[in-house]
């Protein structure tokens, strides 16, 4: 059998939760949305797979500190498949600093992934980020990439559309509603 897929999660959107106090008006993060989010898969998940929190920060907040922990977690692992949710706020930064260490990353797909809205909406987009991820990390070749609305891209193609947020492929024109 082969190993697992290493989720490893960082915090951001997608791992935020309600305030737990009284007078809280600010997200706290919880335990990492893609355990509940593999819950709900039925019948269950045709794969193994291990979930790391290697930190709980907005994905501002992301320094090369926490980039480089997320790097050391690759290499330590025995997976070849790593999904890594991430804030989108920075999450082409970190794919490219990913990108840009070569040393120990060969035979390893890395997909990087999160959502606009907290797992914990009814309407967020996690589940279907977390799907798209999942489905394609088995499929692709070496190297380290994006998952967002419904299209995975090599990170060094990708660019962030201003305004709206979403994710495109450099160059390439936003299509859809």
């Known amino acids: 059998m082969s190993a697992p897929i290493l989720f490893l999660c960082t915090g951001g959107t997608i ?4 305030p737990r106090t009284m007078s809280g008006y600010s997200f706290e993060f ?11 898969v039925r019948p269950a998940p045709a794969f193994s797979f291990r979930v790391v929190s290697v ?3 907005d994905s501002q907040d992301i320094t090369n500190q926490h980039r480089s922990d997320l790097y050391s ?3 330590s692992s025995d997976s070849s498949q790593i999904i890594i949710t ?12 990913l990108a840009d260490k ?3 990353m060969e035979g390893k797909v ?6 606009f809205l907290p797992e914990k909406f009814k309407d967020s987009d996690a589940d279907f980020n977390i799907g798209v991820a999942v489905g394609s990390v088995g499929v692709l070749s070496p190297g380290v990439y994006i998952a967002m609305n419904g299209q995975v891209l090599d990170c060094r193609l990708v660019e962030r559309q201003e305004g709206v947020g979403t994710f495109t492929k450099r160059g390439g024109e936003e299509s859809g509603e």
């Open 15 to 18: 791992d935020k939760h309600y």
């Open 30 to 40: 919880g335990p990492p949305a893609v355990a509940s989010i593999m819950q709900r």
């Open 55 to 57: 930190c709980k920060e």
């Open 73 to 75: 977690a690759i290499l």
């Open 86 to 97: 991430h804030g989108t706020d920075s999450i082409i930064e970190t794919a490219l600093y």
């Open 102 to 104: 070569p040393d120990g």
């Open 110 to 115: 890395v997909v990087l992934t999160g959502s």
